[in-house]
Nanobody, 132 residues
Framework: QAQLVESGGGLVQPGGSLRLSCAAS???????????MGWFRRAPGKGQEFVAT????????SYADSVKGRFTISRDNAKNTVYLQMDNLQPEDTAVYYC??????????????????????WGQGTQVTVSS
């Protein structure tokens, strides 16, 4: 069945870096067209927050203001894999990071897909902890 598997989380000191990866696999993805893949996060006691997303048919990207300039999203279309390079990490970035994929046929631009409801598939999450 469909799978989204994240990796790359861990414990880092403030100012450090991590690179997250998320690979989509299974018949569902092989038989559908990927529209975009993105990242969300959930900090303890808080709701889900949008982080970044990237289109598959184009190179459009969208970032939350809190991570703009520090995080960079990229992807490999052939592998249905999305990456999140996180630099200058801060304690406020501590959260479980979730990968998400959209396969619904409609797609316009990454800026239009910044909500949880815009996505069809979710990963299990990977923990990112930033602490001194």
């Amino acid at each position: 069945q469909a799978q989204l598997v994240e990796s790359g989380g861990g414990l880092v000191q403030p100012g450090g870096s991590l690179r997250l990866s998320c690979a989509a696999s299974g018949r569902t993805f092989s038989g559908r067209t990927m529209q975009c893949m993105g990242w969300f996060r959930r900090a303890p006691g808080k709701g889900q927050e949008f982080v970044a997303t990237m289109g598959w048919g184009d190179d459009s990207t969208s970032y939350a203001d809190s991570v703009k300039g520090r995080f960079t999203i990229s992807r490999d279309n052939a592998k249905n894999t999305v990456y999140l390079q996180m630099d200058n990490l801060q304690p406020e970035d501590t959260a479980v990071y979730y990968c998400a994929a959209r396969t619904r046929p409609t797609y316009y631009s990454a800026d239009d897909y910044r909500s949880q409801a815009d996505y069809d598939w979710w990963g299990q999450g990977t923990q990112v902890t930033v602490s001194s």
